[in-house]
């Protein structure tokens, strides 16, 4: 199987030992996104729904990069600290689907990496 690392400098660098995206078979992998601001490093504070519209700015970013859009997702994974954001954050996430949107889950999870209040991973094709 041939596999492809995606990378670009407009989304967030990856805080630990992965990569932002893998393209196999022609199946995009994007690793789950944090709110973290690709031009600082830093971490994005604020609400729930800028958090959430950073993190779909560099989902976008990454499928970019892979020569994708939204259009091409599949599948998303939204986990969040607090299932009382959930309609803040779906209102952001489905805006930046058009027409049908993909497949998806949404869980409540104790804690996120740097304990963010959201991250999302898609699948695309």
């Known amino acids: 199987m041939e596999k492809e690392i995606i990378k670009t400098d407009k989304a967030a660098q990856p805080v630990g030992p992965y990569n932002q995206a893998i393209k ?4 995009l992998y994007v690793s789950g ?3 973290l601001d690709p031009e600082t ?3 994005l504070k604020g609400d729930v729904q800028e958090q959430t519209k950073m993190v779909m700015k560099n989902m976008g970013a990454i499928l970019e990069a892979a020569g994708m859009d939204f259009s091409n997702v599949i599948k998303c994974s939204i986990f969040i600290s607090d299932m009382n954001d959930f309609p803040k954050i779906n209102e952001i996430y489905a805006s930046y ?3 049908e949107p993909p497949a998806r889950e949404t869980v409540q999870v104790c804690a996120l990496p740097k304990f963010v209040d959201v991250e999302i991973s898609c699948i695309a094709g």
Request: hydrophobic letters at 40%.
């Open 24 to 27: 196999a078979n022609g199946i």
């Open 33 to 35: 996104q944090i709110p």
């Open 41 to 43: 490093g830093e971490l």
């Open 97 to 99: 689907f058009k027409g």
